[in-house]
């Protein structure tokens, strides 16, 4: 008799505990637990207003200050491709091939690209252009980078027409921006005999509230200066 009181007492204090445990979850309940969560937190679709900013907002962003460095021009780090025949209307930006684009911050309620490619002579060529915030569209642009070969044209000859070899090279056009959007641009002769690279001359730009761009200061040295 005790025996049996004792082994119903044990089996009541067994189903007891039992009973006031929760059973831990299967693998599938805790996969769908899982699932549900990710779906609450997964961000809501972006809607576009236009397909312009659909396209353009998807592009590449770096922030600022940036700095021109040897051979940017060519490699255009960080861009995104863009269609060439979409450029001119989404960009205005004119004549380039192989192009590509990366969308900087915003200077206030004006959009910021940089747009690179090659030009009709497929020399490289970096434009800086502005857009309306609202519609998506151009309004202005500023060349940062381009390149020319300098010809008899362009240096100073002799009696008989010849150009010194000294004078024999290439005028670029390099830049910097500032996290104020003070946009540097010097002009820069690069000699194809050495390695010599002399500057003439250095403009300051920046981006109005109108998103075009305007002249802070300019040093033109010897580059462009008007002739007495």
């Given at each position: 008799m005790k025996k049996v009181v004792i082994l119903w007492l044990v089996a009541t204090l067994v189903a007891g505990c039992s009973g006031g445990r929760r059973p831990l979850p299967t693998q599938a309940e805790l996969m769908r637990q899982d699932s549900l969560e990710r779906l609450a937190h997964r961000p809501k679709p972006r809607t576009f207003s236009t397909p312009e900013e659909e396209l353009l907002s998807e592009l590449p962003y770096r922030t600022l200050p940036m700095t021109y460095e040897e051979g940017f021009e060519r490699t255009l780090p960080g861009f995104g491709e863009v269609p060439p025949t979409q450029v001119p209307w989404l960009l205005g930006v004119e004549g380039l091939t192989k192009t590509k684009a990366i969308r900087l911050p915003d200077r206030g309620r004006t959009h910021v690209f940089l747009v690179g490619g090659e030009d009709a002579d497929e020399q490289?060529?970096?434009?800086?252009?502005?857009?309306?915030?609202?519609?998506?569209?151009?309004?202005?642009?500023?060349?940062?980078?381009?390149?020319?070969?300098?010809?008899?044209?362009d240096e100073e000859a002799d009696a008989d027409g010849f150009v010194a070899e000294e004078d024999l090279g290439q005028m670029r056009v390099e830049f910097s921006v500032t996290s104020r959007y003070e946009i540097y641009i010097q002009v820069v002769f690069q000699s194809f005999?050495?390695?010599?690279?002399?500057?003439?001359?250095?403009?300051?730009?920046?981006?109005?509230?109108?998103g075009k761009f305007f002249e802070l200061e300019k040093n033109r040295l010897n580059y462009g200066a008007e002739e007495d």
């Amino acid at each position: 008799m005790k025996k049996v009181v004792i082994l119903w007492l044990v089996a009541t204090l067994v189903a007891g505990c039992s009973g006031g445990r929760r059973p831990l979850p299967t693998q599938a309940e805790l996969m769908r637990q899982d699932s549900l969560e990710r779906l609450a937190h997964r961000p809501k679709p972006r809607t576009f207003s236009t397909p312009e900013e659909e396209l353009l907002s998807e592009l590449p962003y770096r922030t600022l200050p940036m700095t021109y460095e040897e051979g940017f021009e060519r490699t255009l780090p960080g861009f995104g491709e863009v269609p060439p025949t979409q450029v001119p209307w989404l960009l205005g930006v004119e004549g380039l091939t192989k192009t590509k684009a990366i969308r900087l911050p915003d200077r206030g309620r004006t959009h910021v690209f940089l747009v690179g490619g090659e030009d009709a002579d497929e020399q490289p060529a970096v434009y800086m252009v502005t857009l309306d915030s609202l519609k998506w569209t151009p309004v202005d642009q500023l060349t940062l980078y381009e390149q020319a070969t300098a010809d008899d044209d362009d240096e100073e000859a002799d009696a008989d027409g010849f150009v010194a070899e000294e004078d024999l090279g290439q005028m670029r056009v390099e830049f910097s921006v500032t996290s104020r959007y003070e946009i540097y641009i010097q002009v820069v002769f690069q000699s194809f005999v050495d390695e010599r690279r002399e500057l003439e001359g250095v403009s300051v730009f920046s981006i109005g509230s109108d998103g075009k761009f305007f002249e802070l200061e300019k040093n033109r040295l010897n580059y462009g200066a008007e002739e007495d």
